[in-house]
């Protein structure tokens, strides 16, 4: 892909045995290069969904096993049908990606918490869902531990990227919340949010880390190299949220990322982690 990204939590590392890393490359393929239709470029919204929905209809062709059309403009489809085949993996979880990249096109602001929790029911969850079926580990059980690790990190990716957002006009932020908090969304967009920024941050990350926490334990039922990768997704989480706070969630001058030394901070953390705790 041409365009350039910075990635929070790896998603193919050299943790990951080796026969999962393609079919796992084949999963980031897709989510990533729909994620870009919605919100890379200079596409007007027609544009976009067009292409969005193009993707949709390779993958009913894949459910109904029909010739793809070779008139999209991606081509590894191909190879995503053989991937879906061979497993097998859930093709509801590709459409499912695909239902909030589209929703990225059409809608700038959430209402209530309940109403970001189903984007990332969509956007982030069948990530995780799509890993436990090549790990052959999906549970009842399981699955709810791992929507709750990817929604968190959905969320965090919001809460970390809420300046670069806003200039595109898009709030994640709850509506509700803001209001309660008094800030302004006006205020977001332009940048200066206001003297209650902070408790309104401060409540949006605690909240997500409970959530984060909740799921964690996910990371000792998932076995040797898999269930450590996953854990190191956990503290990397964990870690952006303590570097939102170092800069007292004041992402408007800066973003927090994660460079050389958090990854030695995750590494320990990673070893030390306790079941029952971060």
Not at 111 to 120: M, N, P
Not at 173 to 185: S, Y
Not at 213 to 242: C, K, N, Y
Request: with cysteine; aromatic share 10%; hydrophobic share 45%.
């Amino acid at each position: 892909m041409a365009i350039d990204h910075y990635e929070n939590f790896p998603v193919a590392s050299i943790l990951l045995p080796r026969h999962l890393r393609e079919a796992v490359g084949q999963v980031y393929w897709f989510a990533r290069s729909a994620d870009d239709l919605a919100d890379e470029g200079d596409a007007i919204a027609e544009e976009r969904l067009r292409q969005l929905r193009a993707f949709d209809r390779q993958l009913d062709a894949i459910a109904a096993g029909e010739p793809l059309d070779a008139r999209c403009e991606f081509a590894r489809f191909s190879d995503l049908a053989a991937l879906i085949a061979s497993w097998p993996l859930s093709i509801e979880h590709f459409h499912h990606l695909l239902s909030a990249f589209m929703q990225d096109v059409t809608t700038k602001r959430y209402a209530d918490y309940a109403s970001v929790l189903d984007y990332c029911n969509r956007s982030a969850n069948p990530v995780g869902r799509l890993m436990l079926e090549l790990y052959r580990k999906m549970t009842p059980q399981r699955r709810l531990k791992s929507d709750a690790i990817c929604s968190a990190l959905q969320l965090i990716n919001f809460w970390q990227d809420v300046a670069v957002d806003a200039l595109k006009g898009r709030i994640y932020l709850p509506e509700d919340d803001l209001a309660r908090f008094g800030v302004k969304a006006e205020a977001i967009l332009a940048g200066d949010p206001g003297p209650n920024w902070m408790a309104l941050m401060q409540f949006e990350c605690d909240r997500t880390r409970t959530l984060m926490l909740s799921g964690a334990s996910l990371a000792f039922e998932l076995p040797g190299r898999i269930g450590f990768e996953l854990r190191l997704v956990v503290q990397g989480g964990l870690r952006i949220l303590e570097r939102l706070k170092g800069v007292q969630y004041d992402v408007f001058e800066r973003r927090p990322v994660l460079g050389h030394r958090d990854w030695m901070v995750l590494l320990l953390r990673a070893l030390t982690m306790a079941r029952h705790g971060p």
